[in-house]
Nanobody
Framework: QAQLVESGGDSVEAGGSLRLSCVVH????????TAWFRQAPGKPREAVAR????????YYSDSVKGRFTISQDGAKSTLYLQMNNLKPDDTATYSC????????????????????WGQGTQVTVSS
C-alpha cells in the first residue's frame, strides 16, 4: 500500500492560515480516493475533506466548509489542505488517508472507505 507522509502543521493564532501537505509514495495519487481527517485529544477521529479518485469532486464536513480547501497535484503525488480563518476548535492532529489500503482501521465517509493512514501533523490554533 502507499506510504503517506504529512507536513505543514504549526501553531497559529485564530484567524490565521496553514497549508498541510501529504506526499503519497508508491502509487499514482489520482487513482485513489484521498482525504484529510483530524483528531483532537479525547475526541473521536473526524473527517474533514475528501477528493475523489481522479480529482473530479470534493466534499467537506460542515465544520470546515467555506474555510478549508482540499486539492491534489498528481505530478508531485501530493495532497494538500489549505486552511483559512482557523479557529481554536480546529486544533487537532491532522492525518491524510486513502482507500485501497491494508489496514483493519477503516472509516467510511463520503462514498469512500479509507484504510491507509499517515502518521499525522499537529495543528494548534490559539485564541
Amino acid at each position: 500500500q502507499a506510504q503517506l507522509v504529512e507536513s505543514g502543521g504549526d501553531s497559529v493564532e485564530a484567524g490565521g492560515s496553514l497549508r498541510l501537505s501529504c506526499v503519497v509514495h508508491g502509487v499514482e495519487i489520482s487513482r485513489y480516493c484521498t482525504a484529510w481527517f483530524r483528531q483532537a485529544p479525547g475526541k473521536p477521529r473526524e473527517a474533514v475533506a475528501r477528493i475523489s479518485s481522479g480529482g473530479g469532486s470534493t466534499y467537506y464536513s460542515d465544520s470546515v466548509k467555506g474555510r478549508f480547501t482540499i486539492s491534489q497535484d498528481g505530478a508531485k503525488s501530493t495532497l494538500y489542505l489549505q486552511m483559512n480563518n482557523l479557529k481554536p476548535d480546529d486544533t487537532a492532529t491532522y492525518s491524510c488517508a486513502t482507500d485501497g489500503g491494508l489496514s483493519r482501521d477503516y472509516q467510511k465517509w463520503a462514498g469512500c472507505v479509507f484504510n491507509n493512514w499517515g502518521q499525522g501533523t499537529q495543528v494548534t490554533v490559539s485564541s
